[in-house]
């Protein structure tokens, strides 16, 4: 519940504690309860597993959103008449911000679920991740894309 909820619903209890749900006491009840919520902000806190489960969504539907647009992406380069001047594969070493295993993991399984990439190996020290690309126009942005799109989610919902 929010702050402006949660002192609405605080009001409400005070008028029928009162007795009288006049629009005066009603007001004083509120007021009541945005000092009472304000005196305990620092106690009170999200719960966590709320939030996590918020981002554990998110990251579900990213990882859909990237399924159904790679999925159109390989079917379209499929389709064109000379493949082969419109393939460009490669490796690329992309360098990992997420350090613990199970982020690691879950970045390389999301990874080579997207059709047209595939995960190839993790170097020894855990800081780069080696992916396969169908086509590699262009190695920052592919980079950039991880970054900003799994890896960031993924990291959210390990904090």
């Known amino acids: 519940m929010n702050f402006a909820m949660t002192a609405v619903v605080l009001a409400v209890i005070w008028a029928a504690i009162t007795g009288n ?25 999200r719960p966590k597993h709320l939030i996590r489960a918020r981002r554990i969504i998110s990251l579900t539907f990213l990882f859909f ?11 379209w380069l499929v389709v064109q008449p000379n493949i ?6 490669g490796i690329i070493a992309y360098p ?28 020894e020290d855990r800081k780069f991740i080696f992916v396969h690309a169908l086509s590699v126009p262009d190695k920052k942005e592919l980079i950039e894309s991880i970054a900003t799109g799994f890896e960031a989610k993924i990291i959210e919902v390990f904090e």
Do not use: C, Q
């Open 21 to 45: 749900f006049a629009a005066l006491n009603l007001a004083l009840g509120a007021l009541i309860g945005v000092v009472a919520l304000w005196i305990v902000r620092e106690r009170t806190a």
């Open 65 to 75: 959103y990237e399924l159904a647009l790679s999925a159109v992406r390989v079917a």
């Open 84 to 89: 082969k001047s419109k393939l460009r594969p």
């Open 96 to 123: 990992l911000t997420a350090k613990s295993d199970p982020e690691i993991t879950l970045l390389a399984n999301l990874i080579t679920l997207t059709p047209g990439t595939l995960s190839v190996d993790v170097s």
